[in-house]
């Protein structure tokens, strides 16, 4: 019986246009279009202006090390270096940074002067990065390359405490973002409409028109009844992401820098979370125009602040703790990491924990709320 | 042996008592039929038989279990059709009648339940297409598909024209022919007189009168029924005074004279009709029913 349920379902779901249309099609539409406008492919080919005003030894040796980036190791695959296409330019601190400001550049590292006899002269110093944080899976990267450059160079040095630091500052350029970043947004879209539209309001309707109460006639197990419908929901999440994913990376070869497997996991444990949540609005909202009127409350403000068009760091304060709250903001977040590797917003152990507990309070809530007739 | 057994059943919503201390029985094989107007509690009773809703008093036995403690081994042998029954909208008759068997241990075939109700043409059709009794006929069939011993029809022919309404009763007929126990509730008068081997006559949540159609009708009236619709407004007391009359009742513009003897009333019927001068439209002259019963019993009709 539970297979028949379940095939009922999707039968259910495949012969319903509407719903195939937003599950599916939606997504990839959406995501094709801003392939279209933002293209490029997942390797860097950013431009990078270096300023050395350093006379000592130290300044070129940082210099040349950080343009070494596009030399890939001998013995190793160059397609496999993704700073392989980057360009380096050297000049004077004023032409490259107004190069900056204007998007020509996407980053600019500074070794200033008199770097070289200050740290041997045992005063440490520091090198400025400036990154434009509108390239947002550039800038992490290239810090984080940088970074790594400077504490190996720092090392060279035998001093006890670091004498070479580094320091970054962002800046805004007009530039446009990356499909890259558009695409952890999009799947977590798609995530939050599946527990709302379609874990929701199919289950209120369900409700309402008396479905659930003529199950109830039948021998049929209550429990197997919502097993069904979750593993419904579930496949459906799950097939809609991966398309997502396929799609993004044959037609734009979106960046999937993290693991296979993790993503995986982070998708299946919001796609859960999202169902729970589903439930719970179908446990709570008595017909089906307050379920529509649930699912619209919380479906616009978490697609609009959650970070899924744009950064949360560039909310203004009040707000960001309203956006805290928001389930869908550790969506958007975890799956960011793991694809792109953005800046974080939460550890990967707060992202974990914060859904768990919405999956777990969510449940529990809707086993104790649920009803299982209009009234 | 009984397959029904319902002692002072009560169900209380707020300030209304829905279903008001009934008790009947039912007997296997039998055709048995709740007939009253909108409202009158047939459906939450025969919910509260089904195992769908707690009742507030009383008691229930169906096949000798007690549905108050324990309906799953109740639910595998009888078959429910429900008032309103919405299915999935995109799945064909075969498709539900298939999943619903899914959920019985012994179930018939899925073409023979569909057979049983006439749909085999319609075998195909997603349930969002069917016809309003196309659809009623199809909750029978998933009603029908575990064999079940007794099937509850709650209003199976409301809202249908009279031919799907036909077609409706040749399948009841078809079960009780098989020796089925039937349960179905009705606000047709005619519906309960042709089907039912005995009606429950309810009003209020209560049920005022109970026994065989013919017997209620014989019980309550030895009279034939004058009906016509009265525009001019004969007077009542005038009318009351005819030879023969025992009763008048004018409701909704629609006189009815009882008469002991129709020859003689109907004579003087005429000659008062011809010294008024006025017509009488839409005269009949037919046998007490059900519908009188319930009229006599409660001053309404059953439909209003
Ligand atoms: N769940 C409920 N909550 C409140 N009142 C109800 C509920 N179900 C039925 N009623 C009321 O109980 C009375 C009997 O209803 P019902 O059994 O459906 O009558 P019938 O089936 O004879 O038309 C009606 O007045 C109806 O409004
Ligand atoms: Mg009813």
């Given amino acids: 019986m539970f297979v028949q349920l379940y095939l009922s379902q999707w039968r259910e779901f495949a012969r319903d246009r509407m719903a195939l249309f937003f599950t599916i099609l939606f997504p990839l539409i959406f995501i094709s279009i801003f392939g279209l ?35 890939t190791p001998a013995g190793q695959d160059a397609d496999k270096n993704v700073f392989s296409d980057m360009k380096f330019s ?33 005063k440490p110093m520091s090198v400025t990065v400036k990154v434009d944080q509108s390239s947002q899976v550039f800038a992490p990267f290239f810090q984080g390359v940088v970074g790594n450059i400077v504490q190996s160079v720092d090392q060279g040095i035998t001093q006890s405490k670091p004498m070479l630091t580094m320091q970054v500052q962002s800046v805004l350029s007009s530039q446009i973002r990356g499909i890259d970043l558009l695409i952890p947004g999009i799947l977590a879209m798609s995530i939050m409409q599946l527990g709302l539209f379609a874990t929701a309001q199919p289950m209120i309707a369900m409700r309402t028109q008396g479905v659930l109460k003529r199950f109830n006639a039948t021998p049929l197990p209550r429990w197997m009844l919502l097993v069904s419908y979750v593993a ?72 609009f602040l959650s970070g899924v068009f744009f950064p949360v760091t560039g909310l203004p304060d009040w707000l960001q703790v309203v956006v805290k709250a928001f389930p869908l903001t550790y969506t958007v977040d975890s799956l960011k990491q793991v694809m792109i590797n953005a800046p974080p917003i939460n550890t990967p152990l707060v992202n974990l924990v914060v859904q768990l507990g919405w999956l777990v309070v969510m449940t529990v809530l809707s086993i104790r709320f649920f009803k299982w007739e209009a009234r | 042996m009984t397959a029904i057994q319902v002692e002072n059943l009560v169900k209380i919503y707020g300030p209304l008592r829905a279903v008001d201390g009934i008790s009947f029985e039912v007997a296997k094989g039998e055709v048995f039929g709740m007939l009253g107007p909108n409202g009158a509690g047939k459906s939450t ?18 096949l000798g279990h007690d549905v108050l403690k324990n309906v799953e081994p109740i639910k595998q042998r009888i078959g429910i059709q429900l ?38 043409e319609k075998v195909n059709t997603a349930s969002k297409d069917l016809s309003g009794g196309q659809r009623q006929r199809l909750a029978v069939a998933i009603a029908l598909i575990n064999d079940p011993d007794i099937i509850f029809l709650d209003e199976p022919t409301t809202g249908l024209d009279p031919q799907a309404r036909r077609s409706m009763w040749d399948v009841v007929s078809n079960l009780q022919k098989r020796g089925k126990t039937v349960f179905l509730t009705t606000h047709y008068m005619e519906e309960a007189e042709r089907l039912c081997d005995r009606v429950a006559v309810v009003d209020h949540g209560k049920i005022i009168a109970l026994g065989k159609p013919q017997a209620l009708i014989h019980d309550n009236f030895d009279e034939t029924a004058l009906e016509f619709s009265n525009d001019e407004q004969l007077p009542e007391n005038l009318l009351a005074s005819l030879p023969g009359v025992e009763r008048v009742q004018n409701e909704n513009g629609i006189t009815t004279i009882y008469s002991k003897s129709v020859a003689r009333t109907t004579n003087a019927l005429m000659a008062l009709v011809e010294q008024q001068q006025t017509e009488l439209r839409g005269f009949t002259i037919r046998a007490a029913t059900l519908e009188d019963v319930f009229l006599k019993l409660t001053g309404r009709r059953i439909r209003d």
């Fill in chain 1, 37 to 71: 406008l933002y293209g490029g492919g997942s390797k860097f080919d950013e431009k990078v202006g270096i300023v050395l005003e350093d006379q000592g030894p130290i300044g070129p040796q940082l210099a040349s090390a950080i343009e070494g980036l596009t030399q």
């Fill in chain 1, 90 to 122: 050297r000049g004077n601190a004023s032409d490259l940074e107004s190069q900056l400001q204007k998007g020509d550049l996407q980053a600019l590292v500074i070794i200033p002067a008199g770097l070289s006899d200050s740290i041997i002269s045992g």
């Fill in chain 1, 232 to 303: 419904m929901r579930l496949t459906i999440g799950l097939l809609q992401t991966i398309i997502i994913i396929a799609v993004g990376k044959l037609m734009f070869d979106v960046a999937i820098l993290g693991s296979i497997v993790a993503l995986l996991g982070w998708l299946l444990l919001s796609i859960l979370m999202f169902i729970a949540i589903g439930f719970f609005v179908a446990a709570i909202a008595k017909t089906e125009e307050s379920g529509n009127a649930i699912t619209q409350l919380i479906n616009f403000p978490m697609l």
């Fill in chain 2, 45 to 62: 009773t025969t919910e509260m038989i089904e195992g769908l809703r707690k009742p507030d008093g009383g008691n229930i036995h169906v």
């Fill in chain 2, 83 to 120: 008032q309103t029954t919405s299915l999935f909208q995109k799945l064909t008759t075969r498709e539900l009648v298939k999943l619903f068997a899914s959920f019985y241990k012994n179930t018939l075939p899925v073409d023979e339940v569909i057979g049983l109700v006439n749909l085999e």
